[in-house]
């Protein structure tokens, strides 16, 4: 525990990919702290706006106040910038060779946050920027976690903003690609994100009526969902909708990796492609494929994200007057608890194969691959 009577300015960042309810965790967070008389500021693009502020001509923070937190509950995005390129734990640099190296930029950070005088940190963001900030925290710094992330996949959290809504959209999406999958009796095979966990493509397969789902907790055997095809077929139904986490990998396979950048974790991506291509292959069905992508990340908050992330934003401060360090929030119905960073960051959150909604669905005749 601190002493909460010296924070007198403190410090937010939005890390990782975006998701609905930033700006709603900022609101909070900035009109809590100003209501207890502290200063807050805006770190731009994640920790870019300390470690490179010569790229931002109006500066590296931002003073945030009740204006310019106004009315921006409802907006997607962040307003001040986000960034999943170069943690500061593992930042890529060109040596004299003209080789890439990896060095780690913390102590600069912490310099930077005592240079500018700022007490505490609110960093908000997934199992990268949490394991940044309990690094942080370990050198000294004041830091709160708040999980963010549409694929729910952090440990320590019921659940976190932006999945939701996440599921929400891509349950909407397959409402509509039902109607035009049955007119033309053709295979659609939805790619939703989610990373290594297959939450959304899990709830959103079960809630949207999938006929096969295929998610990276249960290695599938493609042969198994051509005959859950088949089935329909001679069932009458001349349709089928597979949702394919971007995670999903094949009994005895690997995931499908778009590119692997330095500075970046790797890109998923193009297993919609190849399950498409397989099915078709093997029920000689028309098969099309839609990737739903990053139009899961943006648009505004549905009403229970918009809740959870002003809940976190208020608790992030309400914390850091108790004197926590070195925690993140996280849901505990009714409440909000704290967890240790050192435990929130220390293994991701794994759909488990015994969990309702799988049973659900295997009740509903939904084909796992499996």
Request: aromatic fraction near 4%.
């Amino acid at each position: 525990m601190t002493n909460p009577s010296s924070i007198q300015r403190i410090a937010i960042s939005t890390g990782g990919g975006d998701a609905p309810g930033l700006n709603a965790v900022i609101r909070a967070a900035v009109l809590s702290a100003l209501n207890r008389g502290w200063e807050v500021y805006g770190i731009r693009d994640g920790y870019n706006g300390l470690l490179l502020p010569e790229q931002f001509p109006d500066g590296g923070l931002v003073r945030l106040t009740r204006e310019k937190v106004r009315g921006i509950t409802h907006l997607g995005g962040t307003i001040i910038g986000t960034t999943n390129r170069n943690s500061p734990l593992h930042y890529p640099i060109t040596n004299e060779k003209g080789e890439i190296e990896y060095i780690d930029r913390t102590d600069e950070l912490i310099r930077n946050f005592r240079i500018h005088h700022i007490d505490a940190l609110i960093t908000v963001g997934g199992d990268g920027s949490l394991a940044i900030g309990n690094v942080l925290a370990k050198k000294g710094l004041r830091v709160i976690g708040v999980p963010k992330t549409i694929d729910n996949d952090l440990d320590g959290t019921v659940v976190t903003f932006g999945f939701d809504t996440a599921v929400t959209f891509a349950t909407e999406c397959l409402d509509r690609l039902h109607s035009t999958a049955a007119s033309h009796g053709r295979v659609i095979v939805v790619e939703v994100m989610g990373r290594y966990a297959g939450w959304i493509a899990l709830h959103t397969g079960v809630a949207g009526s999938a006929d096969a789902i295929l998610i990276p907790e249960i290695p599938y055997d493609i042969s198994k969902v051509a005959e859950k095809i088949k089935q329909r077929d001679q069932q009458g139904s001349n349709f089928t909708i597979v949702v394919v986490a971007e995670g999903a990998k094949p009994v005895g396979g690997a995931v499908s990796v778009v590119e692997k950048e330095s500075g970046r974790a790797e890109r998923l991506g193009g297993i919609g492609e190849k399950v498409a291509a397989e099915i078709q292959a093997l029920t000689r069905k028309e098969t099309r494929v839609v990737v739903l992508g990053h139009l899961l990340r943006g648009g505004s908050p549905i009403a229970n994200d918009r809740l959870i992330a002003l809940r976190f934003g208020a608790a992030a401060v309400r914390a850091l007057d108790e004197g926590q360090a070195g925690v993140m929030v996280a849901l505990d119905p009714p409440l909000v608890n704290y967890v240790p960073l050192e435990e929130a960051t220390r293994r991701m959150k794994a759909v488990p194969l015994d969990c309702d909604t799988i049973l659900t669905g295997r009740d509903l005749g939904v084909c796992f691959g499996d």
